[in-house]
């Protein structure tokens, strides 16, 4: 079985999802972080209690997975961020190299052109293995949500099959579903496949579901339109998978900025982004938006991010009532 995901973060949870459960708990180091509000420091009590408490936590974890099975060969995850940027190549090549190049450029120390390179040439190396596997009659399961990248990565995925003319018989997804009821009856939502535990992913296969070749098709001719379209993003609405302007998160950003005071630390905005409204980006895009409103003259930079950290760990401040 070939397991295909869009993100490192599921692929990492899905390669540990194959055996956890497995055998007795062995347990191990485990670090809380321990908070108040008040910015004042946790008694060595609460940490304590809050480490015993996550210990437990993970042994009950451990206790109640059933192993998911499989190799962790079998794992392929293709992270192309297929959400944002230029989509009009068939093979992720040098425009793509340059969205990611781009992306990641947030990140200190030319850490981000590296790790477009080395993304780029695994996932074509992947892609060849993926598809020499699966021409020799090997079966495919696609993990996907209505995450934004993971969306575009089915479909981008489905018009890889067709092209290499893989019978849809041979090919099985599971959709995470938008939300779920916990234990306790409190309503949980996860965003991505990089979002589930390695002792969850089990209790999904339940709902794989058979590709139809008629699907394949369509996802791969709806995706051969969102090239010819190629928009700055991609977005998911209603279920369905559209083209939209880069424009489309601003309101969002603009609405946690209102929030803040004169000055404003800019990690506090784009953790209150990504946590409070669950829309799919990474904290790049939103990075990027903000470095728009201060060429705009919006806003302005009060300070500036050290060497070694993103150049969004920065004090910023408004220029522009109303904001």
């Known amino acids: 079985m070939i397991e295909i995901v869009f993100s490192d973060s599921a692929c990492g949870g899905l390669k540990m999802a194959q055996r956890y459960g497995e055998g007795k708990y062995q347990g191990g180091c485990i670090g809380v972080i321990v908070s108040h509000a008040d910015g004042s420091k946790p008694a060595k009590e609460e940490v304590e209690a809050a480490q015993r408490e996550a210990k437990e936590k993970a042994r009950l974890a451990w206790e109640s997975a059933a192993p998911l099975g499989g190799n962790t060969a079998g794992i392929y995850g293709f992270n192309l961020v297929l959400s944002v940027g230029d989509i009009s190549e068939n093979q992720p090549g040098i425009k793509r190299k340059q969205t990611l190049e781009h992306l990641y450029s947030v990140y200190p120390n030319d850490e981000g052109r590296q790790a477009a390179q080395e993304m780029l040439k ?151 982004v990504i946590g409070k409204y669950q829309l799919g980006i990474g904290d790049a895009w939103i990075a990027f938006r903000i470095e728009e409103m201060i060429h705009a003259g919006k806003l302005e930079s009060v300070t500036a991010a050290a060497e070694d950290m993103p150049i969004y760990h920065r004090v910023l401040k408004k220029c522009i009532h109303g904001l």
């Open 122 to 272: 695994r996932v074509n190396e992947d892609l060849k293995t993926v598809q020499e596997r699966a021409a020799a009659g090997e079966s495919l399961r696609i993990w996907y949500s209505n995450q934004p990248d993971e969306m575009c990565g089915l479909y981008w995925f489905m018009e890889q099959l067709n092209q290499w003319k893989v019978p849809g018989g041979q090919v099985s997804i599971v959709k995470l579903p938008e939300w779920e009821a916990d234990e306790k009856g409190n309503i949980a939502r996860k965003s991505g496949w990089g979002e589930v535990a390695p002792g969850e992913w089990h209790r999904y296969l339940a709902l794989q579901k058979p590709v139809l070749p008629v699907s394949e098709q369509s996802c791969a001719s709806h995706w051969q339109e969102l090239q010819r379209e190629n928009a700055p993003l991609r977005a998911t609405l209603n279920g369905q998978l559209i083209s939209a302007p880069e424009t489309l998160y601003d309101g969002f950003i603009l609405r946690e900025i209102a929030a803040e005071g004169e000055e404003f630390q800019e990690t506090m905005v784009i953790g209150r």
